[in-house]
């Protein structure tokens, strides 16, 4: 079972690297954003602010590198290289799901990356149904002591397991268990989806038990089912992926819908996203954070500084999409009436 682990993560790599992994005739609900150039900002350029705050901690940027990967080779080279980039940029880091890393020693370095990143938030993650295979308090705990993490991310993913060899499906009383998880875990919990969205009701429950973040990683990007399509050999499954590949809430809906049910609770827009435009779009929606995931793979594989000038690329272009409303701060980009909101 291990070895099946470490090579299930090793092809999920090379898989969206090198297929098309998005859903089809389906899309983040971008395109349906607008922004209404102000040609007189009344700001400075140089003046403007992205600093934002997550779970209570003010940062220098409103970016997270989103779930991806770890428990193979070629995984500690890619972790290594985003933490570098993220201790030198700032961004949050959250690390791929970690069930690998309790059930097997083997690549364990490809999680432990916090001497690569000391300053910066770092995310571990474990599939929710694991809460219903063996995996509880103890063993959540035993993942963020072994990763020195600062939060606790759960992934949601129904149908990927679905399609995915010998994959788990019993989701029954989750919502139980990840309320006794945050009661009694030292560090925050917040829950995320893996590409077909969260919706606000969803969100609610939630954040109702004691969630501290939502990533509502909608869809419109990395499709699982079409992930796992490549790797079965089945073809009843195969079919059934490439049905569901239309499936999810695009990230757009996902985030207004969870702002308009939840509070304080910081909100983290992944799914599809893809420039520091897009970014600026979902803020203005209500996210507080903006993950990007297999748009900055590719430079992850070959250095921190790739990593970095993509960073760079998208924090420019949160800052002119700032600067092209007359919005200084993210709080006034939250705020702004210059942006259209087309519904579905």
């Known amino acids: 079972m291990t070895g099946s682990i470490h090579q299930r993560k090793a092809e999920h790599i090379e898989i969206t690297l090198n297929e098309k992994v998005t859903g089809n005739q389906i899309t983040t609900g971008l395109e349906r954003i607008h922004f209404i150039h102000n040609a007189l900002p009344e700001i400075d350029f140089n003046e403007i602010s992205i600093e934002s705050k997550f779970i209570d901690e003010v940062r220098p940027t409103p970016f997270m590198i989103s779930s991806m990967t770890g428990g193979a080779a070629f995984a500690e080279t890619i972790n290594r290289n985003l933490a570098l980039a993220a201790e030198e940029k700032g961004w949050i880091l959250a690390l791929g799901s970690m069930r690998a890393l309790i059930e097997s020693e083997e690549h364990r370095a490809s999680f432990q990356v916090r001497q690569y990143a000391p300053s910066v938030p770092i995310i571990a993650n474990l599939g929710a149904v694991q809460l219903n295979y063996g995996f509880g308090v103890d063993q959540c705990r035993q993942i963020i002591e072994m990763t020195d993490a600062n939060a606790l991310v759960l992934h949601l993913n129904s149908l990927q397991e679905v399609i995915q060899p010998n994959g788990d499906l019993n989701f029954k009383d989750l919502l139980v268990k990840i309320e006794e998880l945050t009661k009694v875990l030292e560090v925050p919990v917040g829950v995320k989806e893996v590409g077909w969205g969260i919706d606000g009701a969803t969100a609610k429950k939630l954040t109702g ?55 304080e609770q910081s909100i983290v827009a992944s799914g599809g996203m893809s420039t520091g435009l897009d970014a600026a779009k979902t803020i203005a929606l209500g996210a507080d954070v903006v993950g990007f995931g297999r748009f900055i793979l590719k430079e992850a594989t070959q250095s921190p500084e790739d990593v970095m000038r993509v960073m760079e690329t998208k924090e420019l272009e949160l800052r002119m999409a700032m600067f092209g409303i007359g919005a200084s701060t993210l709080a006034e980009l939250q705020a702004t009436d210059r942006v259209q909101y087309v519904k579905r």
């Open 209 to 263: 038990v004691g969630v501290s973040f939502i990533d509502v990683a909608g869809a419109g990007g990395t499709s699982w089912s079409q992930v796992e399509k490549y790797r079965s050999t089945d073809p009843v499954k195969q079919a059934a992926a490439e049905t569901f590949s239309v499936w999810g809430i695009p990230t757009v809906d996902c985030v207004v819908s969870v702002r308009e049910k939840i509070g």
